[in-house]
């Protein structure tokens, strides 16, 4: 039997060294209950000894529980914890604006948000919790926490906004399985317990989403036909007289860059850009057919895509037009590089699939999951 | 000689109460707190027990007796319960006494409200009566008043 195996003994139950066995102590156990419970969440428990220097126990827990992160606000002294995901915005109003910004509707508070009406609630009202100065009755400052639930949207107002954390999501007991507004519990750092707030819940007992329901549903769908409808477009040329087209929302920045600047890393061209080294890709050595009419303006115009916090320089020939325009006709393409085609200004213009041309030029932009 | 049992005791407005010992994880001093909003009253709110979270329900209100009085500080009494482990907040700690089945009878008719369904059963103590809680009702907070009608057949 090696040390090793003579060691890992501790954990059987039963195995006892101790010469008096009481009701409570000595029995065997303790290491028995600990191996099991660590093995029981996935975890391993180790035990490495050297007589007369001491041991070590390594313990390995996995951290496949629910972690998400949060928002942590505070009303009433109590904290309480938001999942980012239904954050939308954080609004501050301060001075004059904490006292004529909200308005009563009917008795219900609302705030003009980009001029859009939002309907509010104070969480400290919403949970009857006693704060010394009420928020938004003439305190001094009003946080809003602008939050999405079921699609709508409403304001929260807190008396404090601490800090976004990691947290651990921990189930409530059957006891308060009942109360909607909550989804659950998490320690804080300094081991006390926060409530984790359940926005859908929340935002039907405070009655701001089930009263606007109408409203902005029919504002989404309205949207939604504009969306289908009109798009924002660059236009640009791209090697011989191709109109191509990108939607502008994929666009970073617009850059010109003199051909001079050009360095090259590997077979890489790059630029120095703000600090960084932006790789460039020619497009229309991308295109089919278009292979030798590499853009040969001076400067090169490039269009500045960024994802992940990294960008990427597409090289074009030359920068035409944005344009907000209806797409009329759309028609897939199975060219390489092109998306499709639509009619832009009564003329054929191609969509230029960006995603692809990167994917194509550089693999490894689009993070290590690809590469592999 | 087996048919004794033990008991966790403890005491909550001057009652004497026990739970069975099996069921009771561990007895801890007062915790720091988290109230719950909106939560029935009788959840006196969160605690951290080492990692888990903990629900702990005051045993005065639970059981309709006078309200503790401010500054006074609970005990923690956690019990296994079938949803995980509940703390129930006592004002005092008792001992673990073991006890002979002989004295025990079931709770008397005269017992009303509350109190008749969770009191599972009397042992009639030398000095004092000791009245055994059933852990799982009491933890249960919509159950009150659903066995009213019921006799008390919990012999055992």
């Known amino acids: 039997m090696s040390d090793r195996e003579v060691f890992n003994l501790i954990f059987l139950p039963g195995f006892s060294t101790a010469d008096k066995v009481t009701n409570i102590s000595g029995r065997g156990v303790g290491m028995d209950v600990v191996k099991t419970n660590i093995e029981k969440i996935g975890g391993s428990v180790d035990v490495l000894s050297e007589a007369g ?42 001075a004059e604006q904490a006292r004529t910004g909200i308005e009563m509707l009917y008795g219900a508070p609302v705030y003009r948000l980009r001029g859009q009406l939002l309907p509010l609630a104070y969480l400290n009202r919403e949970f009857k919790l006693d704060t010394a100065g009420d928020a938004g009755s003439g305190g001094a400052v009003v946080n809003i926490v602008v939050l999405q639930a079921d699609g709508r ?22 006891q308060l399985k009942g109360i909607t507004c909550f989804a659950g519990a ?7 317990v926060a409530l984790i707030l359940d ?34 477009l660059l236009l640009f040329n791209a090697g011989q007289n191709t109109r191509m087209a990108i939607p502008l929302s994929m666009v970073a920045r617009l850059e010109e860059f003199p051909r001079a600047q050009i360095e090259h890393s590997g077979s890489q061209e790059v630029v120095q850009y703000r600090g960084q080294i932006l790789p460039l890709i020619q497009i229309a050595n991308h295109l089919p057919g278009d292979g030798a009419a590499v853009a040969q303006s001076d400067p090169m115009q490039v269009v500045v895509y960024s994802e992940a916090g990294r ?19 759309q028609r897939n393409s199975s060219r390489d590089g092109i998306l499709g085609s639509v009619v832009v200004q009564d003329k054929v213009t191609d969509l230029l699939d960006v995603v692809g041309i990167i994917r194509k030029a550089d693999p490894a932009f689009y993070g290590e999951a690809n590469k592999v | 000689m087996n048919n004794t049992k033990q008991f966790c005791t403890f005491f909550v407005n001057g009652l004497f109460f026990g739970v069975e010992v099996l069921k009771v994880q561990e007895v801890i001093r007062y915790q720091e707190m988290t109230r719950v909003p909106l939560a029935p009253a009788m959840v006196e709110g969160l605690i951290n027990l080492r990692g888990q979270i903990v629900t702990a329900i005051d045993l005065r209100r639970r ?18 319960s079938e949803d995980g482990a509940v703390s129930l907040l006592v004002d005092e ?46 933890v249960t907070l919509n159950s009150t008043g659903n066995r009213l009608q019921e006799p008390a057949q919990i012999l055992n």
Do not use: C
């Open chain 1, 53 to 94: 220097q001491g041991t070590t126990l390594k313990i390995k827990i996995p951290l496949t529980l629910a972690i998400i992160p949060a928002l942590i606000v505070s009303s009433g002294a109590e904290r309480f914890a938001i999942p980012q995901v239904s954050l939308l915005e954080l609004v501050r109003l301060e």
């Open chain 1, 153 to 174: 949207q409403f304001g929260l107002i807190v008396d404090e906004i601490n800090d976004t954390e990691e947290i651990v999501v921990k189930p409530l007991g059957k």
């Open chain 1, 186 to 192: 998490t320690i804080m750092g300094d081991g006390k």
């Open chain 1, 199 to 232: 926005v859908l819940g929340l935002a039907q007992h405070a009655n701001v989403i089930a009263e606007v329901h109408d409203r902005s549903l029919a504002a989404k769908t309205k949207v939604a036909e504009r969306v289908d409808e009109r798009q924002t």
């Open chain 1, 311 to 329: 960008s990427v320089g597409l090289v074009v020939g030359k920068i035409n037009d944005i344009v907000h325009e209806a797409l009329t006709v």
């Open chain 2, 63 to 80: 059981l309709d007796l006078a309200l503790r009085e401010p500054g006074a500080l609970p005990m923690n009494v956690v019990v296994r």
């Open chain 2, 93 to 138: 700690i008792g001992d673990v006494v073991e006890i002979h089945d002989d004295i025990y009878e079931s709770p008397p008719e005269t017992l009303k409200g509350v109190a008749r369904d969770l009191v599972q059963g009397v042992y009639k103590l030398k000095e004092r009566l000791l009245l055994i809680l059933d852990t799982e009702k009491t």
